[in-house]
């Protein structure tokens, strides 16, 4: 269990009355669950919906390469800044209304990018897209006041493996729907807008309405200052391959970051009702998770980019590869591995229970080490590419299936949705840092002598570092799990004299020992 950390403005008052008003677990229902993991699947689809459709789009509206880049990065950015606000004002206000709200949002920017031919309002359409992001926490926070804890493992497993499942699903729906002669990206997005529809009108049907608001003020300078911090860190990640790593504008962005968080530390530290509470963000398994959850966003975008580029190489030509088109390498190279994440995160859950995250969250690191040392080793056959790439799958699944209930167990139930929102941006940022490092790699050492007309190919050997890099990933994630993680605590006792076993381990809480029920530190002076 967590120790609490009382809100800055807490006293014994607020103490009693969250006492008062925690929740009564509902038994929940699988329809509640399925919802919530169709709503995440939804986010997700998002995230790489565009990925085989940014040269249609950039050919449509005869953008540079420059430009349409900002139909990913736009995502980016907007999911990092509206995923803690949203999942914050989820805490005070109601996570139902923000579920609506946010699907309302994604609705409309999804219908905006299906009848939009302007690059202007298509980049828009993709920041509303990417509030969407937000969704994933707020599903965290329901299933953690809806269910009993004896099923909440296991339906964060759910949710999470949704996750992997949607971003195969949506490569795959994109690459059919780009087939023939003239392809029209405009599908696509009312593809994106009937999804989001229906996960709208789902969750307006199946989830209840919230019985609990903490209610407070809302920390707007906080909420704009981390939203600065991160444009000025993942904006030069996204965009540092084009513009130089040591050009004066990446290094300027990154030093203005650094400035940023200092100063964004200093004013939440100070306002009365911050955003994100700095003895949160720092305890020891909200630290740590939150690293493992970026060095699991590396992993994934490393096996993403590098299987869909190094598959759709020319053989004849590279010496390597498998000449594969963008549908072909969906379906055949990387659906499989979406797949198996799907059915791992049930397993997921099932280990949770019984050895605990934290193990499961080893256990899942050292498949991703087998299976990127397998890709590293042996990406010269289909069938090496493909069972290597479902190992990964295997390893991202648990990784997702534990990460949140490492969190669920480490804060208090008032911060449910703000803490899976900052674990929501660490994966975002490390999928962008990934992304950004192999795209580097591959652009930094190219094949010479090859035919006139035949764009530059990247040198194997950076395929080969790039799946070297992300099982090195995956290797931190086993320390952080072993090693970060590790630690016991106990809360202090409450007034009664009652001591509450704490444990970093994320396993299931007993219902008379969940987040909530938990005496806050000012209780034990009450």
């Known amino acids: 269990m967590h120790p609490s950390f009382g809100h800055p403005s807490?006293?014994?008052?607020?103490?009693?009355?969250?006492?008062?008003t925690a929740p009564d677990r509902r038994t929940g229902s699988l329809g509640l669950v399925l919802v919530l993991g169709l709503a995440a699947m939804v986010v997700s689809m998002m995230q790489t919906l565009v990925v085989p459709i940014?040269?249609?789009?950039?050919?449509d509206?005869?953008?540079?390469?420059?430009?349409?880049?900002?139909?990913?990065?736009?995502?980016?950015?907007?999911?990092?800044?509206?995923?803690?606000l949203l999942g914050r004002l989820g805490d005070q206000h109601g996570t139902k209304p923000t579920l609506l709200g946010v699907l309302v949002?994604?609705?409309?920017?999804?219908?905006?990018?299906?009848?939009?031919?302007?690059?202007l309002w298509l980049i828009v359409a993709r920041v509303m897209q990417g509030a969407a992001t937000a969704i994933f926490p707020l599903a965290l926070s329901v299933l953690r006041q809806e269910l009993a804890p004896a099923r909440l493992p296991g339906a964060m497993a759910l949710v999470s493996g949704t996750l992997g499942f949607g971003s195969g699903l949506a490569l795959v729906s994109a690459g059919l729907l780009s087939q023939g002669a003239n392809p029209d990206y405009h599908q696509v997005f009312w593809l994106a807008a009937a999804l989001a529809t229906a996960a709208l009108i789902?969750?307006?049907?199946?989830?209840?309405?919230?019985?609990?608001?903490?209610?407070g003020r809302t920390d707007w300078l906080g909420a704009a200052g981390l939203a600065l911090l991160l444009v000025l860190l993942l904006l030069p990640i996204s965009q540092g391959h084009t513009w130089g790593w040591t050009s004066a504008r990446t290094l300027g962005l990154f030093a203005?970051?650094?400035?940023?968080?200092?100063?964004?530390?200093?004013?939440?530290r100070r306002v009365r009702d911050p955003l994100v509470d700095m003895k949160m963000f720092v305890h020891r398994p909200v630290l740590f998770t939150n690293l493992a959850g970026l060095l699991v966003g590396f992993a994934m975008f490393a096996q993403f980019i590098g299987v869909s580029y190094l598959v759709q190489t020319p053989a004849e030509i590279a010496g390597y590869g498998f000449g594969a088109s963008v549908l072909r390498a969906s379906v055949l190279y990387l659906l499989p591995s979406a797949l198996v994440s799907l059915v791992a995160a049930?397993?997921?859950?099932?280990?949770?229970?019984?050895?605990?995250?934290?193990?499961?969250?080893?256990?899942?690191?050292?498949?991703?080490?087998?299976?990127?040392?397998?890709l590293t080793l042996a990406h010269d056959t289909t069938?090496?590419?493909?069972?290597?790439?479902?190992v990964v799958g295997v390893a991202i699944s648990f990784g997702y299936a534990a990460m949140p209930a490492l969190i669920v167990t480490s804060v208090p139930h008032h911060q449910t949705g703000i803490a899976n929102g900052i674990n929501s941006i660490s994966r975002s940022t490390g999928s962008a840092i990934g992304s950004a490092v192999v795209t580097s790699l591959l652009a930094s050492k190219t094949l010479d002598n090859l035919p006139a007309g035949v764009p530059a190919l990247p040198a194997e050997s950076q395929y080969t570092l790039s799946f070297a890099l992300a099982g090195m990933a995956f290797l931190l994630v086993i320390g952080v799990a072993m090693v970060g993680l590790a630690v016991r605590r106990r809360s202090p006792s409450s007034a009664t004299g009652t001591l509450a076993a704490s444990s970093d381990d994320g396993a299931t809480p007993s219902a008379s020992s969940d987040a909530e029920t938990m005496p806050d530190r000012t209780a034990v002076t009450a």
């Open 383 to 390: 069938a090496s590419v493909i069972l290597a790439g479902m």
């Open 105 to 119: 949002v994604m609705v409309a920017g999804s219908v905006l990018a299906a009848t939009t031919s302007s690059m």
């Open 54 to 59: 940014l040269g249609i789009i950039q050919n």
């Open 202 to 215: 789902a969750v307006a049907l199946v989830v209840p309405a919230p019985r609990t608001r903490t209610g």
């Open 10 to 20: 807490t006293g014994k008052k607020t103490v009693k009355s969250s006492l008062a």
């Open 256 to 268: 203005a970051a650094v400035v940023m968080t200092v100063i964004w530390v200093l004013v939440e």
């Open 346 to 374: 049930q397993l997921g859950g099932v280990l949770v229970r019984r050895i605990g995250a934290r193990l499961t969250l080893a256990a899942g690191a050292a498949f991703g080490v087998i299976g990127f040392a397998w």
């Open 61 to 84: 509206l005869g953008a540079t390469t420059a430009q349409v880049s900002w139909v990913t990065t736009a995502t980016l950015l907007s999911a990092a800044v509206f995923t803690p």
